[in-house]
T-cell receptor, first 115, second 113 residues
Framework: AQSVTQPDIHITVSEGASLELRCNYS??????LFWYVQSPGQGLQLLLK??????LVQGIKGFEAEFKRSQSSFNLRKPSVHWSDAAEYFC?????????????FGKGTLLTVNP | GAGVSQSPSNKVTEKGKDVELRCDPI?????LYWYRQSLGQGLEFLIY????????KSGLPSDRFSAERTGGSVSTLTIQRTQQEDSAVYLC???????????FGPGTRLTVL
């Protein structure tokens, strides 16, 4: 069964600092990988996705993520965090085989940004 | 264009009552999904509809939960005889087709007293 681990429940960074949110997945075949962001009281917004090809993917709001198959990781990065980035971030994996529509989400990482 | 919409945004009900939650997917999207987000369990897949195919109900937690999708568009998630453990945010998503990027609605927050 597929699974996603986000080791950090809560991260606090200062505005302007760099950010890396960790995500490790378990999946038997080639995964589809996603990062979503959820602001308080809002639904999930897609930041970026990896299906195949270049392992470094660019997303919205200046975010990027790198797929590392050898480490089963898909970490999210941003070089300079803005106060508006404070939110909860979810990594998700979907299958490239059957039932590829079933997304499995990590527990989320809550990001706090200090001024 | 318009995104996925859900109604109501909030629902408070008494234990034992039935509730219906509605989802309007993005126009033209053939696939529709329901997820549940709760403090203890995180985000869980509930059910998936794709076109006229039989839905994948494998994520529904009990037979008190059911969903239908009429005319390949609007979907309703029904919870019968609600229990306190049903309290959660219910999220709907749609995608152009199977395996495509899922776009989420704002959710319905259900509170069972």
């Amino acid at each position: 069964a597929q699974s996603v681990t986000q080791p950090d429940i809560h991260i606090t960074v200062s505005e302007g600092a760099s950010l890396e949110l960790r995500c490790n997945y378990s999946y038997g075949a080639t995964p589809y990988l996603f990062w979503y962001v959820q602001s308080p009281g809002q639904g999930l917004q897609l930041l970026l996705k990896y299906f195949s090809g270049d392992t470094l993917v660019q997303g919205i709001k200046g975010f990027e993520a790198e797929f590392k198959r050898s480490q089963s990781s898909f970490n999210l990065r941003k070089p300079s965090v803005h106060w508006s980035d404070a939110a909860e971030y979810f990594c998700a994996v979907g299958g490239s085989g059957g039932s590829n529509y079933k997304l499995t989400f990590g527990k989320g990482t809550l990001l706090t940004v200090n001024p | 264009g318009a995104g996925v919409s859900q109604s109501p945004s909030n629902k408070v009900t008494e234990k034992g009552k039935d509730v219906e939650l509605r989802c309007d997917p993005i126009s033209g999207h053939t696939a529709l999904y329901w997820y549940r987000q709760s403090l203890g369990q995180g985000l869980e897949f509930l059910i998936y509809f794709q076109g006229n195919s039989a839905p994948d109900k494998s994520g529904l937690p009990s037979d008190r939960f059911s969903a239908e999708r009429t005319g390949g568009s609007v979907s309703t998630l029904t919870i019968q005889r609600t229990q306190q453990e049903d309290s959660a945010v219910y999220l709907c998503a749609s995608s152009l087709g199977e395996g495509d990027t899922q776009y989420f609605g704002p959710g319905t927050r259900l509170t069972v007293l």
